[in-house]
């Protein structure tokens, strides 16, 4: 009966040792959910991201992957503040990179990402798109869900026509912030190496509730193995 009881204090133990591992590896992210929009004019689509009020974003990198038989990526349209940093990488045929990072983070509505591609001559059909990784994080390295809201696709003969003020006021980024202006980041040197997400803090986390579980173990099989010798 001894051996029973201390077995099943040693299993409980153990139970609650992984539920504290798992409570943190797979703590629940925030979700945000981000608009879609896709238009066009003059040869040109665009595929634009929105992020809500209060999204606490700070960082943030897509991959927006396209078919490159159809569309050419031109350029990006970022938020424009002197203390963002924006990078680009479209290196890989089909395949557009934008990464951001966000002095603080952003409480208002935003326009995050606008992607300008041109459509290849004699193009017809749809043009679609996907989302092949999207990293985000708050200003305190918290890991951020990114959903979306909108059609990743569009037909290409029909997308609305805008004349150009139209796509200016449509699809670039919100005017700026009247509240005091944020300093810039000490290191913009590295603004073409974000470091989207650092995930040195929950690494961490992990470890210390790893061995706080292990701990626990230990000394539950002490007592076992003296409760054993007492009884031999």
């Known amino acids: 009966m001894k051996k029973s009881f201390l077995f099943k204090i040693a299993a409980v133990i153990l139970a609650f040792s992984l539920v504290l591992i798992l409570s943190v590896t797979s703590f629940a992210a925030k979700t945000v959910k981000m608009k879609i929009e896709i238009a066009g004019s003059d040869g040109l689509v665009y595929v634009r991201l929105t992020a809500p009020a209060a999204s606490n974003i700070s960082t943030i990198s897509a991959a927006l992957e396209y078919d490159s038989s159809k569309l050419a990526f031109k350029e990006m349209s ?99 912030s009247t509240s005091e202006p944020t300093s810039k980041p000490d290191k913009a040197e590295n603004s073409d190496k974000p470091s989207i997400p650092n995930t040195a803090g929950k690494v961490i986390a992990v470890s210390a509730v790893s061995a706080a579980a292990a701990a626990l173990i230990g000394i539950t099989t002490a007592v076992i193995k003296k409760k054993r010798s007492e009884e031999n």
Do not use: W
């Open 78 to 176: 970022y938020l424009d503040d002197p203390s963002i940093i924006n990078s680009t990488n479209a290196e890989n045929d089909g395949v557009v990179v934008a990464n951001t990072v966000i002095a603080e983070s952003l409480t208002e509505e935003s326009k995050v990402f606008t992607y300008i591609f041109t459509v290849v001559e004699g193009s017809v059909g749809e043009c679609e798109f996907s989302f092949a990784d999207v990293k985000a994080t708050d200003k305190n390295n918290n890991e951020i869900n990114i959903v979306f809201d909108g059609s990743l696709k569009a037909e290409i003969s029909s997308l609305e026509p805008l004349t150009p003020d139209k796509i200016q006021s449509s699809f670039d980024p919100a005017p700026e």
